[in-house]
């Protein structure tokens, strides 16, 4: 069984069914696109491109928008999972896409690599060369108190150190 990677949400897939109204050809250099500014981490086509696009394409500014930001994220869940062109293919066929299954696989397979390596460059929320230096847990439960007798309320903190040349940084997350 593949791993589920896209939502079963109805706007996800309308967005993404979007896809089966565009021509493959140009829907083909429509995924190239996308998944190269992906990487970069820039905004895939300007506001010329886009009224270009919906005239080429046949689609209205909200479902050109949609189609944009459905076809972002299935390649940045495809990236984040390190997904093969297969996976991502049978995952997309469940959101009900067909006829551009083809177009999807060929650039996953051409050019997935490259936003495979670009999100694994990416700090954790960190600037610069940041490296985990230190992790350390706790988990509290408060089983009673003054008030009520019996009562469960687990805590846990996660911290976590990094190190960039510069600094010293400390995350500390909360867990409810």
Known sequence: MAEVL???SS????????ANRVPINRFSLFLERIIIKLAKEEKPFNEAEVS??????????EELEDLIDACNFTFEQAAIHSVSATNLVDSLKLSGLSSSLAA????????????VTA?????LSAPGNSQLVDVRWRVH?????SNERRQR?????LQMNLSTPEKEIILMLHLL
């Not at 706007?11 to 979007?18: A, E, H, R």
């Not at 270009?52 to 500014?61: F, M, R, S, Y």
């Not at 439960?141 to 108190?145: D, K, L, P, W």
Request: charged share 15%; glycine share 6%; aromatic share 8%.
């Open 52 to 61: 270009k696009l919906q005239q080429v394409l046949g689609l209205t500014a």
């Open 6 to 8: 896209l939502p079963n």
């Open 153 to 157: 309320e687990p805590m846990g903190i």
């Open 11 to 18: 706007s996800f897939t309308n967005s993404i069914q979007l």
């Open 104 to 115: 999807f696989q060929d650039i996953w397979t051409r050019s997935g690599h490259i936003l």
């Open 141 to 145: 439960v408060q089983v009673a108190s």
């Open 119 to 123: 999100f694994k460059e990416k700090s």
